[in-house]
């Protein structure tokens, strides 16, 4: 397994940084200390005033050996921290918090297994009458990360680096290899680094069990540069400068508008973005809305419509079709997502969420697309999720469920799929 050199420094004088055995201290621990200390050279003091001049040295040198070690255990404490599940060193103002979890997930296809992915991947199904799925196992999904809170004159200075080990190097490849999913820093309304795009709809993105997710929602974590402006009053605002699509010379621009309502919540976005194939350049555009409703105190409905001029990431628009060359112009799949899910939470231990995902082709790239790929290309994607997650004890979950979907091509093929995804997961923090 290739490691990355840099991101594992940065990992172990993380881990350096943690005391032996100290994270048990609280604030009124701290508290309790300052003040034994306090008491034991009140003592002392008293002590030495009303005891004559001859007294021996034992009985202050004993005095001073318990002042030694509270001294040394309030030196070696750790404080909570500001924000949940941390907490911060001795003399420190930042909060830090670990977290991450341990992960294996079985994978039973009853149709034909896609390639290149473990997890679910309707856009490249199998065609026809395909009853050869296979069983795959994988743990390459755990993670962990670090995230830190600093206090300023002008609000909190915040950091986060986060991976897993599910990087992907071809359909042949082995995934097993450490993936950087978040790396970003944020300050007074600006963000720098990579994380999820501004584009992105997370607040209504159904829970899956399986790690891809329905088609037809936003799906990209880019380098970006993003300022958020919050009237909670009148709503929040956000404009980012993200990464371009593999190939493109121009960043993609994103444009975006929340809001949040006792019922639950709404929000607009925009993207222009440059797509390039040999050499060609086009912009296309993308329009989003999202919305969640509290039907229940526990149960709540979500959907998101994306639409999209091509994606030479697909990960824009997860199951819209890549650019084209045709001639001299490149032409962009003008494809519609929509995501729908209903979540309820049953009680402290169980809780469950049925998902749909749609994509369809709006562009009838014609002869341009038959030339380049074949009459292959997906006219129109389904896909469904049902599952649960069961929490036996504290930090232990269990999931399961059952996934089916259609693949339908240009020329009329279908792909159908059908696959059950069990998951055991272990959180720490």
Known sequence: ?????????????????????????????????????????????????????????????AWNDRIDAVELKQKDAVVLGDIPGSFRLPGSETSIRVYGFAEANMVKDFKGTAPGDTFTNLMEQPLGDTRNGKTSLTAQTSRFGFETSTPTGVGTFNTKIEADFYAYCGAECNRNRLRLRHAYGEYAGWLIGQTWSTFMDTDNLPETVDFNGPPGATFRRPTQIRYTYNNPSLAKFQFAVEEPTDGARSPNLVARVDKAYDWGNVNARLMSHEQRVS???????????????????????????????????????????????????????????????????????????????????????????????????????????????????????????????????????????????????????
Request: charged content about 20%; hydrophobic content about 40%.
């Open 279 to 429: 050499g060609v350049s086009k912009r296309g555009t993308g329009f989003g809305l999202g919305a969640g409703y509290k039907i229940t105190g526990t149960t709540t409905l979500m959907a998101q419509y994306t639409r999209l001029d091509g994606d030479g990431d697909g990960a824009y628009l997860v199951g819209t079709n890549y650019p084209v060359l045709d001639g001299g112009t490149v032409r962009l799949d003008k494809s519609h997502g929509l995501v729908l899910g209903l979540s309820n939470v049953f009680s402290e231990k169980l809780r469950g969420t049925v998902s749909l995902g749609l994509v369809r082709s709006r562009n009838h790239l014609g002869d341009a697309y038959v030339n380049a790929y074949g009459a292959e290309g997906n006219h129109k994607l389904y896909q469904w999720h049902a599952g649960m997650y069961y929490l036996p004890i504290k930090n232990v979950e269990l999931g399961g469920e059952l996934i089916g979907g259609r693949r339908t091509t240009f020329d009329g093929q279908q792909g159908d799929m059908l696959r059950l995804n069990l998951q055991a997961r272990y959180l720490f923090n």
């Open 1 to 61: 397994m290739k490691l990355n050199h840099t991101f594992l420094a940065l990992m172990a004088a993380g881990l350096c940084s943690l005391p032996p055995a100290a994270f048990a201290q609280t604030a009124k621990d701290f508290e309790d200390m300052r003040n034994e200390l306090k008491a034991l050279r009140a003592e002392l003091n008293a002590l030495k005033a009303q005891a004559p001049a001859a007294a021996p040295a034992a009985s202050a040198s």
